[in-house]
């Protein structure tokens, strides 16, 4: 049901229509006017429902009205002043007990407790209610995705001669089969699916969008022993919790309500979930919005988030800054939380005449995670020493850090006070110190030259050495391998292209034009820059496809074996003559053996001559090695020849 049909829909919800009371009328005038109010007041803009039916059962009206192609029942008082949205109990039935409530709003040491807490929420998914439930939800997940885990969404219904059954028609039947397979099949895309659905209920676009197998979820859908098994164990929770509105809220197997803990919001639903744990997570103390979350399908809604995100512990949490880098007009911070918290940092710098430059906008970094604040229109000069210090501060009061401008900094001017200059990091320090500068300026393929690193000064000039000199000393590696081993988590197409026109030549590698390049080249004197199997590669010119080379491997491999053979075969024929005592035809054949050893020493050449060239091969690799080959059958000729003497009578020496 995808219309707004009053506060919720669970069990009896009342809704007062426009008027009170309004004066007893025939079963048509009362149809009549619930379906006006539905239509004014609960579906979405643009859209009407019809009225199918009306009659009347135990002293009330049951509409029935048709939306979007599902036949949707109300059921509303005879004088038409409240509306049912489900229908009513029959109080001549007892139901299943619940879990007895105590009077008045539950608190949180009422809730049942675990150590692995499970808020299961049961609706159906056209339900404009069930639908508000699911946007808190994926609210929650979204915001503390540790919550993930401890969440399930249930779903409404029964199986009838071997088919799903929903309580808004089969049109809401089946979506409630394909979340359900979404959820048991692909969990890890059900939450991008649902976030996409809660908008307008597009389900072709949903499934594209979450990058949903469509192919494995039609198999589930169709498959009985899959699909409809999945949604007969959700069945018999329902059927278990004597569940029959949506949505409905199960914690720990005990029935619960959001509207103890403040209504229907993300962060009371939170705080309901989060005194299920026998003991709370840091992140439960993690505040979420308190606005209550639009009904039905909503394209965009409101959620105010806090400000700050509130921290696990700040006992525990610890911030520090790696690097600094200052423009004439932006600066950058590098931060590290090296706590146990989840912290939410800003950061400010500060010149030395006093001018500050701050973000305001700040970064959430989980522990262990590392982060860059950027700063802009900071203009605090070109050189290092209009710098002053680096500011960085967290939601946890205390939790601090601040560097001066004599540590971690790198600026685009290259001057450094001489006096300064000695001596005190190591290759690997260096390396460790720039590779982080070269991360922040844009990790350009080949600024690592131009990135000097203070107290780096090995060659004893008195001057700061680059980073490329720091990676050459500790490394030993090339250019492009520097890049690579600093840059290439950032950037993984270093090399990756589709065509030719993907690859350029910058400094001494052949890459991606994907990757920043400082100095574009042309390739060296008889190398290309291009793209061999989705690589860009350096390679001779003339260079012929691999395919011809691998064709030569194998036939130069049997040819090995079929001669390994007939070297068999002849010593076996040398040894029956000599065991005759026929040594002239003993040695004939002993030397026929010799050949095919030549002969497999010759293809061993070959073979290695085709591994020096394998990277890159020529048109004029391919044809000195078949030079060679033809070597080889000049070859076999003398033995064929050789042979011939050994099987005739007389054996000329």
């Known amino acids: 049901m995808s219309f707004n049909l009053a506060k919720v829909c669970v069990v009896l919800l009342l809704v007062t229509l426009v008027n009170p009371v309004f004066a007893q009328s025939e079963s048509e005038e009362i149809a009549n006017k619930v379906l006006s109010y539905i239509n004014e007041n609960l579906v979405t803009p643009g859209s009407t429902a019809t009225l199918v039916s009306v009659e009347e059962i135990n002293g009330i009206y049951k509409v029935v009205t048709e939306y979007k192609g599902n036949k949707i029942p109300v059921y509303v008082t005879k004088d038409g002043s409240l509306l049912f949205a489900s229908q009513p109990f029959n109080t001549s039935q007892d139901l299943p007990k619940k879990r007895e409530i105590i009077e008045g709003e539950s608190t949180c040491e009422d809730l049942p407790k675990s150590d692995t807490p499970k808020l299961e929420a049961f609706l159906v998914s056209y339900c404009p209610f069930g639908l508000q439930m699911q946007r808190i939800l994926t609210e929650i997940v979204k915001e503390i995705p540790q919550l993930k885990d401890y969440v399930k969404v249930r779903y409404m219904g029964s199986i009838a001669d071997g088919k799903i059954m929903s ?65 007969q164990e959700d069945f018999d929770l329902q059927n278990k919790y004597s569940i029959t509105g949506s949505p409905t809220l199960i914690l720990n197997g005990e029935h619960v309500s959001e509207f103890d803990f403040g209504g229907r919001t993300a962060d009371a639903v939170k705080t309901l979930l989060c005194c299920g744990f026998t003991e709370k997570p840091c992140y439960c103390e993690r505040n979420l919005s308190t606005e209550r979350i639009p009904v039905g399908f909503v394209e965009n809604y409101s959620i105010t988030h806090p ?39 800003k950061g400010m710098i500060v010149a030395v005449n006093g001018v500050s430059c701050i973000n305001n906008t700040g970064i959430l970094l989980k522990k262990g995670e590392i982060g860059i604040l950027q700063l802009s229109n900071c203009f605090l000069g070109k050189d290092c020493e209009y710098f002053d210090r680096a500011i960085v501060t967290t939601n946890c009061a205390g939790v601090s850090d601040t560097v001066t401008s004599k540590a971690y900094l790198t600026c685009t001017s290259t001057h450094l006070p001489k006096e300064e200059a000695k001596n005190n ?47 050459i000393f500790a490394f030993g590696i090339s250019a492009g391998e520097c890049w690579e081993k600093c840059c290439g988590f950032d950037n993984p197409e270093l090399k990756e292209c589709n065509s030719d026109s993907d690859c350029h030549w910058c400094e001494e590698e052949c890459i991606s034009k994907d990757v920043h390049c400082l100095l574009i080249k042309s390739p060296p004197k008889g190398y290309e820059c291009k793209c061999i199997n989705g690589v860009c590669r350096k390679v001779k010119k003339d260079s012929v496809d691999k395919t011809k080379l691998l064709e030569i491997l194998m036939q130069l491999e049997q040819l090995k074996i079929k001669f390994s053979s007939l070297k068999t075969t002849a010593l076996s024929i040398a040894e029956y003559y000599d065991s005759i005592g026929n040594e002239a035809k003993t040695n004939c054949w002993r030397e026929v053996s010799l050949g095919f050893d030549a002969l497999i020493l010759k293809l061993n050449s070959i073979t290695s001559f085709i591994g020096e060239v394998k990277e890159n091969p020529t048109k004029d690799d391919i044809t000195k090695i078949k030079e060679d080959i033809a070597e ?20 000329v020496r």
């Not at 394909?178 to 676009?205: A, V």
Request: glycine share 8%.
């Open 167 to 231: 309580m808004h028609g089969e049109h809401e039947a089946q979506e409630n089969l394909r979340q359900i397979c979404i959820r048991e099949e692909q969990g890890d895309k059900y939450w991008d699916y649902i976030s996409c659905f809660i908008k307008d209920g597009n389900t072709t676009r949903c499934l594209n969008e979450a990058k949903i197998n469509t192919e494995k979820l039609n198999a589930c859908m169709q498959d009985r022993n899959r699909g409809l098994k999945y949604a």
């Open 307 to 345: 400000e700050e995100p509130s921290p696990c512990n700040c006992n525990v949490a610890s911030i520090t800054i790696e690097h600094v880098y200052v423009s004439d007009d932006s600066a950058k911070i590098m931060v590290k939380n090296t706590g146990f918290a989840d912290l939410y940092v």
């Open 425 to 471: 990091l190591s290759d690997e320090e260096a390396w460790n110190t720039g590779c982080g500068m070269w991360r922040m300026r844009g990790c350009k393929y080949g600024d690592d030259k131009n990135i000097k690193i203070r107290g780096y000064d090995p060659d004893g000039d008195g001057e700061w050495n680059s980073l490329r000199d720091a990676c």
């Open 632 to 651: 080889i059958r000049e070859s076999i000729d003398k033995i064929i020849d050789k042979v011939f003497m050994c099987v005739t009578e007389t054996i």
